[in-house]
């Protein structure tokens, strides 16, 4: 092999990944992020905001999220919008005080089945503030205290909480830790919580907004078949000339197990192409981008002349992504694997593919979106 056709195994890597560590806004960082007030569990005065949960078919978590809620402070209203549940989900919600239940109407054609729980349980709310919260996510004690503080010492009208995914397994450890260093290097936080209207991102499970801002942007029927529905809120809200914010939290916590690569693979796949507009040519971009990044460098390990610049890209790709792993309170030993890891994402990020040119384009809670704007519900389906 030629010097300079080695070089190209080396050198693109280096490129990437040492233009992640050195850009300014620091996709790889964790410093944004708000984490409980323990001192204000149970104290805070949280009379001016309402609770909006879609639910459908949460009866074995529903008890723990709004268990979380009631030890959040004083005055907290909560709305749950039952989303045609077969199981108790209905029943147990309504055994908790301060908590409205709304039977969710069957889901027009046109609308993402949460968008729709959410419109409905919108003309409950009579608060100046809505925390928009997945039927799956525990808040711990303090946390909503320590969010809103935050909102009002930073004049924020939108904010929102990427979710602690639950790691009981070497398939969690590998992989969900990643998903949010990619969303993160997708949607760096320092732009997105900038005035840069170019960049608008949110985590969908805990989001704390102005009830007003939410009626500005029109939701939630200005995105009502949006599959990517927390990033493109943040945007509608942005555009409208609201200030967005979006960080990490470990006291928002994702009560959904995962636990092997197939339930994983459900996850990234129902929106992994949408996330790239359902473009071919992103899609072979994307491809490129991977292996450029970290398949060529491991060759290139073993190609005389380009080692040290393969070692250094590297060494750059693992400092990249070790605060992410070190949040999360995980070996370093686990950089190692990082490359088999994204090779397992962009594997789901074809199967996301392959199945919106076989016509779906998602499904989730046996609900199935095809590549057109409706949905259907056909028995049996699940995610």
């Not at 005065?45 to 030890?71: K, M």
């Not at 009830?211 to 509608?236: H, N, P, Q, V």
């Not at 594997?347 to 779906?360: H, N, V």
Request: overall charge positive; aromatic content about 10%.
């Amino acid at each position: 092999m030629t010097g300079t056709a080695a070089l190209w195994l080396a050198a693109p890597a280096a490129i990437i990944w040492f233009g992640t560590l050195l850009a300014p806004w620091r996709p790889w960082s964790t410093r944004e992020r708000i984490e409980p007030d323990a001192a204000a569990a149970g104290e805070a005065d949280l009379g001016d905001i309402t609770v909006l949960i879609p639910a459908r078919d949460e009866a074995e978590v529903i008890g723990t999220t709004l268990s979380g809620l009631q030890a959040q402070g004083r005055g907290l209203q909560v709305v749950l919008v039952d989303d045609q549940s077969t199981d108790a989900t209905a029943q147990i919600a309504a055994s908790f005080p301060n908590t409205r239940v709304v039977s969710g109407k069957p889901l027009p054609q046109g609308w993402a089945g949460k968008l729709w729980a959410l419109e409905q349980g919108k003309a409950e709310v009579r608060t100046p503030l809505t925390l928009l919260l997945d039927a799956d996510i525990e808040l711990r004690p303090g946390l909503l205290a320590a969010l809103l503080r935050h909102k009002r010492a930073q004049g924020l009208h939108f904010v929102s909480l990427m979710a602690d995914l639950r790691r009981t397994s070497f398939w969690d450890r590998l992989l969900l830790p990643a998903f949010v260093y990619y969303f993160k290097l997708l949607y760096p936080f320092a732009l997105s919580n900038s005035r840069f209207r170019h960049v608008a991102a949110a985590a969908g499970g805990c989001i704390l907004v102005d009830t007003a801002a939410l009626e500005k942007a029109g939701a939630f029927a200005s995105l009502r078949d949006a599959l990517i529905d927390d990033c493109t809120l943040a945007r509608l809200v942005k555009n409208a000339g609201h200030r967005t914010w979006v960080g990490l939290s470990r006291g928002v916590v994702s009560l959904r197990p995962y636990g092997n690569l197939g339930s994983i693979h459900e996850m990234v796949a129902r929106s992994a192409f949408t996330q790239l507009y359902y473009s071919n040519l992103l899609l072979l971009l994307v491809t490129v981008i991977f292996a450029a990044a970290y398949w060529l460098p491991l060759a290139a390990l073993f190609v005389p002349g380009v080692q040290v610049l393969a070692a250094a890209a590297l060494l750059a790709m693992a400092l990249g992504y070790w605060p992410t792993l070190r949040y999360y309170g995980l070996s370093p030993l686990w950089l190692l694997l990082a490359p088999l890891g994204a090779t397992l994402y962009l594997a789901m990020t074809w199967s996301s593919a392959i199945r919106y040119w076989r016509g779906t384009r998602s499904r989730w809670k046996g609900r199935v979106y095809a590549t057109g704007a409706e949905s259907t519900e056909p028995a049996g389906t699940e995610s």
